[in-house]
Antibody, heavy 118, light 109 residues
């Protein structure tokens, strides 16, 4: 059974960098776009971006200037770094996967809550 | 960027009734459309992909239809566990960009 698990600090200060990691247990790592999606409190879902096992990335244009993703296929982990955060970045952050050549997120992590506050 | 709109924002129904949820795209997405269900405190769960294919384990009362820019999720004979928020989602072909609709809440009348 494929499982994705997010980890990282739950509290980040404004102007600092939000860093999260997703660990994938079981299942293949190649042939998937490993994605981050977030959900501000009481709001809808926003796709942040994805990384392929080779390191190829694609980001939401609205976040691109502050965003870096990285991947470690040997550990089946991928990570997110979002710089210069503000209160607007407070959200539940989910990692999820999309199989290449498909359009849908078939497995999701449980999500991790990140609050941006001093 | 393709924008998805969903209507209605809220649908108030009783168990046993049929729910019809709409998703409209700002330009054609062909058949690149999926639907998710989200319950409070949980991650979204994939219901439908490629417009009308049910994901593994999804009951037959959930069905999807549509093409181009107009899509529908139908839930026949609502059960208590179906009262949730539903999101549609599309992927552009290249570069792969993903967007979600704002959601439709199905609540108990």
């Amino acid at each position: 059974q494929v499982q994705l698990q997010e980890s990282g600090p739950g509290l980040v200060k404004p102007s600092e960098t939000l860093s999260l990691t997703c660990t994938v247990s079981s299942g293949p790592f190649k042939n998937y776009y490993w994605s981050w999606i977030r959900q501000p409190p009481g709001k809808g879902l926003e796709w942040i971006g994805f990384i392929y096992y080779s390191g190829t990335t694609n980001y939401n244009p609205s976040l691109k200037s502050r965003l870096t993703m990285s991947v470690d296929p040997s550990k089946k982990q991928f990570s997110l770094r979002l710089r210069s955060v503000t209160a607007a970045d407070t959200a539940i952050y989910y990692c999820a996967r999309v199989k290449v050549a498909t359009i849908h997120f078939d497995h999701w992590g449980q999500g991790t809550r990140v609050i941006v506050s001093s | 960027e393709i924008v998805l709109t969903q209507s209605p924002a809220t649908l108030s129904l009783s168990p046993g009734e049929r729910a019809t949820l709409s998703c409209r795209a700002s330009q054609s997405v062909n058949t690149s459309l999926a639907w998710y269900q989200q319950k409070p405190g949980q991650a979204p769960r994939l219901l439908i992909y490629d417009v009308s294919d049910r994901a593994t384990g999804i009951p037959a009362r959930f069905s999807g239809s549509g093409s181009g820019t107009d899509f529908t999720l139908t839930i026949n004979s609502l059960e208590s566990e179906d009262f949730s928020i539903y999101y549609c989602q599309q992927r552009s072909s290249w570069p792969p960009l993903f967007t979600f609709g704002p959601g439709t809440r199905v609540d108990l009348k």
